[in-house]
């Protein structure tokens, strides 16, 4: 069985997130052989070949947070042309902050994000789409909600992103499911894992401080599913490469 990929999220640089090129050069100077594109980059045109030179794997390209049903297509179309531009396969549907519309009941609204999905894949022939899982409270999709999201999408190029810190904020803050009982319940459909503790800017901070219980979650992921260290841009390259290699030893040994 191959090792685990760990990945640069473009997220943790410094004013570039939407710069794939500065973000490969960086992943491969901090140790990495893979970056993933947090936002689709202006610079896909070019970046392909930086990519290549420095040998480092792109892992997919995320759209823009989706804030509502009604930017799904637009924000799918751009990555998909983007990640087509880099030859990549995988585009992440940030849905992780979407709330349930205001006048449309959560059945309707589930019915609504999977109509958006398997137009968006029609549209894209060949592209795989992961969905984010929620980053807090108050979001649209719970538990119950994914399973009829992938219930209804069953045997299409669909899968998780799956944001462990995220949902260890979710069961700090109301009761209900644990972070391990997502990963328990949906782990099979991981096709990304999101890394990153809850210190730190804006809850992005190392993994190690203030972060799911990783080892755990590293047996219920499957191995192919790559670990993007998605930390604040004020991370210190030390810093970003001590999470490296945690990732590489809590994550990744034995998986």
Do not use: K, Q, Y
Not at 109 to 138: K, N
Request: with cysteine; hydrophobic share 45%.
């Amino acid at each position: 069985m191959s090792r685990p990929v760990v990945a640069f999220s473009t997220r943790t640089l410094r004013g570039g997130a939407d710069r794939l090129a500065l973000g490969a050069e960086r992943a491969r100077a901090l140790g990495f052989g893979a970056v993933h594109a947090a936002t689709p980059p202006s610079d896909a045109a070019t970046a392909r070949a930086v990519l290549e030179a420095n040998r480092v794997a792109l892992t997919g390209v995320s759209t823009v947070a989706v804030d509502d049903l009604e930017s799904l297509a637009a924000s799918v179309d751009r990555a998909a042309a983007a990640a087509a531009e880099l030859r990549g396969r995988l585009v992440v549907v940030e849905i992780g902050a979407l709330a349930l519309p205001r006048r449309a009941t959560v059945e309707v609204a589930v019915e609504a994000l999977v109509r958006g999905v398997h137009a968006g894949l029609r549209r894209h022939p060949g592209l795989s789409l992961a969905l984010a899982t929620p980053d807090g409270p108050g979001r649209l999709l719970g538990p119950r909600e994914v399973e009829w999201l992938l219930s209804a999408l069953r045997g299409e190029l669909v899968g998780l992103w799956f944001d462990g810190a995220g949902a260890l904020r979710i069961e700090r803050t109301e009761a209900g499911a644990t972070a391990m009982s997502w990963a328990d319940r949906f782990g099979s459909r991981v096709l990304g894992l999101r890394v990153h503790g809850l210190a730190g800017g804006a809850g992005h901070g190392p993994p190690e401080d203030d972060g799911p219980d990783w080892g755990t979650l590293r047996g219920l992921v499957p191995a192919r599913a790559p670990r993007v260290l998605e930390l604040a841009p004020s991370t210190s390259a030390e810093a970003i490469e001590d999470a490296r290699r945690f990732v590489e030893h809590v994550l990744c040994e034995g998986a």
